[in-house]
């Protein structure tokens, strides 16, 4: 019955009939309750409206934290991994007057630009999400695991992954349609030609959000990404 269904195929049928002896669901039950994550899909109430409209929103979310009707406000921020001098004073600057002026941050909990976000948001006393492409018991970076911890107070921490999934290729691009989704916006502060960036900005323009680019010094590669982002009417 399940090969009849357009889209399924004999592989995931034998996936979904055979699921009981891959995936130990109470194994998985105890660590969503020893992190304290709570669930929410598609069905409840409280999954953010926003992210209800893309093309694939996740059918499930595990959340350490809260995520509250205010946090619909929302603005993305993203950029390099490997930033400048330049661009982390941007992600601050911008980031904490807009948490300020009442924005929840939304970001994907990276090195660099995303860091400096979420930080900024907190320093201002603000809310601030953070989109992870790996499951919430495995951090990564696992230096920002007290930060994680930190967000979770002040927002949430928010993965469509089970709570051990250590992040791959695939796992980062699936995050950021989210960090996409979420937001009523996105902000490219710092980014090179190839960057994961510019990847969420075209999912942003997917999706319909307004997307914001900070222009850098004209001699340097870092902000190349951003530049071309407003050559093509950010």
């Given at each position: 019955e399940l090969v009849a269904v357009p889209g399924i195929g004999e592989e995931m049928a034998d996936q979904l009939t055979d699921w009981e002896n891959r995936i130990d669901l109470a194994e998985e039950q105890r660590r969503i309750s020893d992190h304290g994550i709570s669930l929410l899909t598609l069905e409840d109430e409280d999954y953010p409206p926003a992210l209800r409209t893309i093309y694939d929103p996740p059918f499930l979310l595990y959340i350490k934290g809260r995520i509250l009707p205010a946090d619909r406000a929302a603005i993305g921020v993203v950029g390099s991994r490997r930033t400048t001098h330049?661009?982390?004073?941007?992600?601050?600057?911008?980031?904490?007057?807009?948490?300020?002026?009442?924005?929840?941050?939304?970001?994907?909990?990276?090195?660099?630009?995303?860091?400096?976000?979420?930080?900024?948001?907190?320093?201002?006393?603000?809310?601030?999400?953070?989109?992870?492409?790996?499951?919430?018991?495995?951090?990564?970076?696992?230096?920002?695991?007290?930060?994680?911890d930190r967000i979770s107070e002040h927002g949430a921490v928010i993965s469509e992954f089970p709570v051990l999934y250590v992040p791959d290729k695939q796992s980062f691009p699936l995050r950021n349609r989210i960090v996409a989704g979420i937001s009523r916006g996105l902000l490219v502060v710092e980014a090179p030609v190839r960057s994961g960036s510019l990847i969420t900005a075209n999912q942003a323009l997917e999706q319909g959000r307004t997307v914001f680019a900070v222009p850098g010094p004209i001699d340097r590669p870092t902000s190349e990404g951003c530049h071309r982002l407003i050559q093509q009417g950010a």
């Open positions: 330049y661009g982390k004073e941007q992600a601050k600057k911008l980031s904490f007057q807009l948490a300020k002026a009442g924005f929840c941050i939304v970001s994907g909990l990276a090195r660099g630009i995303d860091t400096a976000a979420h930080e900024a948001a907190l320093a201002a006393e603000g809310r601030t999400l953070a989109v992870l492409g790996s499951g919430i018991g495995n951090v990564y970076p696992p230096e920002n695991q007290a930060l994680a």
